[in-house]
């Protein structure tokens, strides 16, 4: 059995995906399975922190009516991954009852 894998589901972690790759749409082909680097998180987290929310909105990526509570689920996925010595977050779209550890 390989090593576990910390896969994303849900709003948060699709969003960050759409983040990563400036897309405006949903779509679930090119979100599902993006892998985003624990730097490439943490970027994001920086980031995002460092705007306002009017600048937020104006992301690529982030729904105007997400830019307000983006930022604890991206500082949790960050905080996750910086204790456990994660290196990678796979993003899925499809919820819990799809998966679990792997």
């Given at each position: 059995?390989g ?7 849900g ?29 490439r ?8 922190w460092?705007?306002?929310l009017?600048?937020?909105?104006q992301?690529p990526?982030l ?28 993003v899925?779209?499809?919820?819990l009852?799809f998966?679990?550890?792997?």
């Open positions: 059995m090593a576990p894998r910390f896969v994303g589901t709003g948060t972690a699709s969003i960050l995906a759409r983040m990563e790759g400036q897309w405006d749409d949903f779509d679930r082909g090119r979100i599902e399975g993006m892998r985003l680097s624990r730097d998180v943490r970027w994001h987290v920086e980031r995002l460092s705007l306002p009017a600048e937020r909105q992301v990526g729904p105007v009516d997400r830019a307000d509570v983006i930022l604890p689920g991206v500082a949790i996925y960050e905080a996750v991954m910086e204790r456990f010595g994660i290196g990678e977050l796979r899925s779209t499809r919820g009852r998966a679990a550890v792997l």
